[in-house]
């Protein structure tokens, strides 16, 4: 435990600040300003282009993060094992992590399927207007969804990562090892 993590825990932590990023900015910027495109018809084109730019260095992210979590996991797996609390935050991350990877990829196959359809007109990269067909619009309703969902759960993954830091102080670690003791 006394060893230095800092090229695993970079890892993690810079893969998940850019996949937080990206899908916070993707959902409030990206798509936001597909709505300001002049042409109807360009707004998904718009959203959709972006995003596929967007894709290899969240692709990228989500590798760098999930190196670090494992590295971190095999760095720390003594504490995790005999320290109260860090079990349980180390099996809801890993829940929550899965479930943000998920969602990510269900994000990138209902934008792909917008790709196809990129000059559909709509209101905005996420929200389909009456012109829009039919499949196309089921996507941006999906793909409205997991704009937010993306952001919210990796969200939850900074606070969970936050959590873990503040188990790894030497009081915290001393307190988990005690009988009774929770850090």
């Known amino acids: 435990m006394g060893e230095r993590q800092t090229v695993i825990r970079s890892l993690h932590d810079i893969g998940l600040a850019a996949w937080f990023g990206g899908s916070l900015f993707g959902a409030v ?56 609390g860090t079990r349980g935050n180390t099996a809801v991350k890993t829940v929550i992590t899965l479930a943000a990877m998920g969602a990510t990829a269900w994000s990138g196959i209902e934008g792909a399927r ?12 996420v929200d389909p207007n009456a012109d829009t067909p039919p499949d196309v619009a089921t996507s941006m309703k999906r793909l409205k969804v997991l704009q937010w969902t993306v952001p919210a759960l990796t969200g939850v993954l900074l606070v969970l990562t936050a959590q873990q830091g503040e188990q790894q102080k030497a009081s915290q670690v001393v307190k988990g090892l005690l009988p009774g003791g929770r850090s």
């Not at 042409?39 to 260095?57: E, F, K, L």
């Not at 917008?114 to 990269?125: E, M, Q, Y």
């Open 29 to 84: 910027g990206l798509n936001g300003a597909s709505a300001a495109v002049g042409d109807p018809s360009d707004r998904t084109h718009v959203a959709a282009a972006g995003w596929a730019r967007w894709a290899p260095v969240n692709a990228a992210a989500l590798a760098a993060h999930s190196v670090g979590a494992i590295g971190l996991l095999r760095a720390n797996r003594g504490r995790v094992v005999a320290q109260s």
């Open 114 to 125: 917008l790709g196809k359809d990129s000059k559909a007109p709509a209101n905005s990269g």
